[in-house]
């Protein structure tokens, strides 16, 4: 009697859209420094969007919180590391993220905080060191980029269709505008910001 040997093969098929489009663009902001820290995101896709498994973080540098500015997906858990070789204390007034107040550590370690509300703008503040800001933009998708001095930006893989892109920054106006995104190629959208 013949054997006959049966082999399963596993395949792992990771979903991508067929077509995608970019947009890219520019970022003044006029009343500031330069145009760093303004973040550029699409507002709403159709897909959900699951929350990450992996962390992020914000750490503390020199009195500092790098980034100055965190986008992150709705429900992402941020780490608040503390690199100083002072005492930090982190926590926000802001009820989108439950006021949360993670206490005072030393240097070395980190505490950790999930935003679970999508839309949720929150400063991050120290106890400790009351010059010390920062913020946290929770977004409902990974389609963000936040820009350096120059203001540049690019967003990449993005599926066509028509969305509502916005420019946020924390001192200036935000904007935004309706964009069509093309099954190929790239659409250019530039942003000046101003005081409120």
């Not at 049966?6 to 067929?18: A, N």
């Not at 006021?99 to 240097?107: D, E, I, R, V």
């Not at 920062?134 to 820009?147: G, M, P, S």
């Not at 200036?172 to 964009?179: A, D, F, G, H, P």
Request: proline share 6%; net charge neutral.
């Amino acid at each position: 009697m013949r054997q006959v040997a049966i082999f399963i093969v596993s395949l792992t098929i990771v979903l991508q859209p067929l077509f995608s489009g970019d947009i890219k663009g520019t970022v003044i902001c006029k009343g500031v420094r330069d145009s760093r820290n303004v973040v550029v995101y699409i507002e709403k896709v159709n897909t959900p969007v699951p929350a990450p498994k992996e962390s992020v973080s914000m750490n503390q540098v020199n009195l500092e919180f790098i980034p100055h500015v965190l986008p992150i997906v709705k429900g992402t858990t941020v780490d608040f590391m503390n690199s100083d070789n002072v005492l930090h204390n982190v926590f926000t007034p802001d009820k989108c993220a439950e006021k949360m107040n993670l206490g005072t550590w030393p240097k070395g370690e980190a505490r950790s905080y999930t935003f679970k509300e999508e839309g949720c703008e929150s400063v991050v503040l120290c106890n400790v060191h009351p010059e010390m800001e920062a913020w946290v933009l929770v977004l409902q998708n990974q389609y963000f980029f936040r820009t350096d001095k120059d203001g540049t930006y690019k967003i990449e893989g993005i599926p066509p269709g028509k969305y509502t892109l916005i420019a946020w920054h924390e001192k200036l106006k935000n904007r935004s505008t309706e964009i069509e995104v093309p099954e190929k190629g790239e659409v250019e959208v530039n942003f000046t910001l101003k005081r409120r």
